[in-house]
């Protein structure tokens, strides 16, 4: 079965600084990966994706994300965070099969003045 | 503003009572997901509609159930309700069940069921 890591529960960074979130996927074939990001209260918000081709993919917000089949990778980078970033952010691979999104538990970003 | 729309944003209800959760899709979107959101569970898949047939199960509880209808909105019916099932439920569509920019789900802000 298909399943998502996050291995850092939570992150604090100084605004201004780089960011970078880690998610490693397990998955038997292609994989169709995502971000979406929560704030506070909030629903959740689609930053960027990955079905083929470039494995460096822009999205919203100047995140962008490196797809690495290697080390089963799809980590999310920023080269400079703004306050405004504060929030929690999932990876999700899509079981084409189950048509379904399989989660990683999240990762908290706190940013500091 | 993802298109998904849900209501209501916020329920409070008591234990055994019955709700329901409505979903609109985004324009277009023939495929809609349920999802709970809660502390101990993280974001689980529930069940899955594509163009008013059930395409697809997760952890869905037998005290659950969904429809799609013919205008493609959806409703989540949860009854017998135990303080446990409070959660975030997330409404989520998708144009089709096809490859490429078909898959992109796109989530609505939710649902705040909470169970006294």
């Known amino acids: 079965a298909q399943s998502v890591t996050q291995p850092d529960i939570h992150i604090t960074v100084s605004e201004g600084a780089s960011l970078e979130l880690r998610c490693n996927y397990s998955y038997g074939a292609t994989p169709y990966l995502f971000w979406y990001v929560q704030s506070p209260g909030q629903g959740l918000q689609l930053l960027l994706k990955?079905?083929?081709?470039?494995?460096l993919v822009q999205g919203i917000k100047g995140f962008e994300a490196e797809f690495k089949r290697s080390q089963s990778s799809f980590n999310l980078r920023k080269p400079s965070v703004h306050w405004s970033d504060a929030a929690e952010y999932f990876c999700?691979?899509?079981?084409?099969?189950?048509?379904?999104?399989?989660f990683g538990s999240g990762t908290r970003l706190q940013v500091q003045p | 503003d993802s298109g998904v729309t849900q209501t209501p944003k916020h329920l409070i209800t008591a234990t055994g009572q019955r709700v329901t959760l409505r979903c609109s899709p985004r324009?277009?979107?023939?495929?809609v997901y349920w999802y709970q959101q809660s502390l101990d569970q993280g974001l689980q898949f529930l069940i899955q509609?594509?163009?008013?047939?059930?395409?697809a199960k997760g952890n869905i509880l037998e005290r659950f159930s969904a429809q799609q209808f013919p205008d493609l909105h959806s409703e989540l019916n949860l009854s017998s309700l135990e303080l446990g099932d409070s959660a975030l439920y997330f409404c989520a569509s998708s144009v089709s069940l096809g490859t490429g920019n078909g898959n992109t789900i796109y989530f609505g802000e939710g649902s705040w069921l909470t169970v006294v």
């Open positions: 324009s277009g979107d023939l495929s």
């Open positions: 999700a691979v899509l079981d084409t099969g189950r048509r379904a999104l399989t």
């Open positions: 990955y079905f083929s081709g470039d494995t």
């Open positions: 509609y594509y163009n008013g047939e059930e395409r």
